[in-house]
């Protein structure tokens, strides 16, 4: 058999895939005939009610001179890691607002910053295709800065997030420009696994964010700008578990719901979805409608501790907290007294879910508690 003929017959192979696939598609559509919010409502459950103080800004982290791109938590909830268009990382005491650590980066174009399981370390990735690792505990240099501990290099596109695997200060996974992620050995500085690239059932664009499934930590998934999220085993990189259909438009931001059966995701096209892991179905979408044909981007998403809500930041300064059960704003941070004044860039949670910071183009944090009646939610 020639190769023109073998060619003819996999271009054929292909259609009748893709054919089945869309069949396929079209009946579980079929048989989905509610959704989280409908079942909801047909069992009389009524919204979260929010008052005026029951989530107020009670901080402003003010530091950085450029862009705020990325924030996260300690898992002892009382520090902050931001990485800003500054070339600057600063680590912040969130219950006081002083910094503990401002470092100078190598590369001033950063995109994403992660604190280490630990604490002890803090990883960062931008436009120099590289994820670099600082041990705070290493002393300064001669210029007053701390030095790079690791370099993660293998990435042949700009780093877009970078996520440390729970529990495990000794390996992370990172998202790139160059449509793969890699699970990186922080200890010897080498990749363990690549999921994508020349693989077919990879992202077919620019990947741009993760999520580790907190419940299963070999589970991730990823958001790229192809419109689809992949669910990814590291036992298995050759091949995703399962693909994400739905959005419109990049897929800016992933993010695992609580009990690690379903995952969130934020797009350019406006919408929040929460998909479940394990039938691949999408179980609610959360859009609001605005008047004008501009619709706001999602750029950061994140649930509360019990995953009756779901913050997400938008393009325009909003900052929405949805009723994921009904599929209601409960509440926009956006319109309160201290907001951001611009793009919110980033989200992130503490880790006993008492309070919210968000990172924003107007080159601050704001952290957000809740008060009043409501505790933890």
Request: glycine share 10%; charged share 20%; hydrophobic share 35%.
């Amino acid at each position: 058999m020639s190769v023109a003929e073998l060619k003819e017959r996999h271009v054929a192979a292909m259609e009748t895939v893709n054919s089945l696939r869309e069949r396929l598609k079209q009946k579980r559509l079929s048989l989905l005939d509610t959704d989280v919010a409908g079942y909801a409502r047909l069992q009389g459950r009524t919204p979260v009610s929010f008052g005026p103080t029951d989530l107020v800004c009670c901080r402003t982290l003010q530091g950085h001179t450029g862009k705020v791109y990325s924030l996260d938590w300690t898992p002892e909830k009382n520090r902050i890691v931001s990485a800003s268009q500054d070339g600057r990382l600063i680590v912040w005491n969130a219950l006081t607002s002083q910094k503990t650590h401002t470092i100078k980066l190598p590369c001033a174009w950063v995109m994403t910053c992660a604190f280490s399981p630990t604490g002890q370390s803090v990883a960062c990735g931008g436009l120099d295709s590289v994820c670099s690792i600082f041990n705070l505990n290493s002393p300064m240099d001669k210029d007053v800065d701390l030095p790079v501990s690791r370099m993660l290099s293998g990435h042949k596109g700009y780093v877009s997030s970078c996520q440390y695997v729970p529990d495990e200060d000794t390996h992370l996974i990172t998202s790139s420009g160059d449509h793969t992620c890699i699970l990186w050995d922080i200890t010897t500085g080498l990749r363990t696994s690549v999921f994508g690239g020349e693989f077919q059932s990879g992202h077919t664009a620019d990947v741009l964010s993760v999520s580790i499934n907190g419940s299963n930590s070999r589970m991730f998934v990823s958001g790229s700008c192809d419109a689809t999220a992949r669910l990814w085993d590291t036992r298995v990189a050759s091949r995703a578990v399962r693909t994400f259909h739905g959005h419109e438009g990049d897929v800016n931001t992933v993010r695992f719901f609580p009990d690690g059966n379903r995952f969130g995701t934020g797009s350019d096209d406006g919408t929040c979805r929460l998909f479940d892991i394990r039938t691949g179905h999408q179980l609610q979408v959360y859009y609001q409608q605005h008047g004008d044909n501009d619709v706001p981007h999602v750029t950061s998403i994140v649930f509360s501790i019990s995953g009756r809500l779901l913050f997400a930041g938008y393009s325009n300064g909003d900052c929405y907290v949805w009723d994921t059960l009904l599929a209601k704003v409960v509440l926009n941070l956006g319109s309160l007294q201290n907001s951001h004044e611009a793009r919110i860039s980033c989200l992130g949670l503490s880790a006993d879910g008492s309070a919210l910071c968000t990172g924003s183009s107007d080159t601050n944090l704001k952290i957000w508690a809740f008060g009043g009646h409501r505790r933890v939610i």
